[in-house]
């Protein structure tokens, strides 16, 4: 059974950079997609973006000027960074393997 698990600083500043981590378990991660997702109040879901099972990133438009995401597969995780952030990137951001298999998702606040 596949788990997703996101961690990270629920209070950010702004300015700062975002860092989160997925670890995964119950998957090789040798053949999945994980894609970073968040829902910021009001506004319907985002994907900052995708890495592949060969460790290639691809970033939504939106955010790839200061979005970098990368995989251990020997660790079993996820990595996000959110570099600049600003109160508007509060959200919960969840991490996603395939579409199908969502994490509980981590609750992250920009404020200062």
């Known amino acids: 059974q596949v788990q997703l698990q996101e961690s990270g600083p629920g209070l950010v500043k702004p300015s700062e950079t975002l860092s989160l981590t997925c670890t995964v378990s119950?998957?090789?991660?040798?053949?999945?997609?994980y894609a970073w997702i968040r829902h910021a109040p009001g506004k319907g879901l985002e994907c900052l973006g995708v890495?592949?099972?060969?460790?290639?990133?691809y970033y939504s438009q939106t955010f790839e000027s200061r979005t970098s995401i990368s995989s251990d597969t020997s660790e079993k995780q996820v990595s996000l960074r959110l570099s600049s952030v600003t109160p508007e990137d509060t959200a919960m951001y969840y991490c996603v393997k395939d579409v199908g298999h969502w994490g509980q998702g981590t609750q992250v606040t920009v404020s200062s």
């Open positions: 119950g998957d090789s991660m040798t053949s999945s997609y």
């Open positions: 890495i592949g099972p060969d460790g290639r990133p």
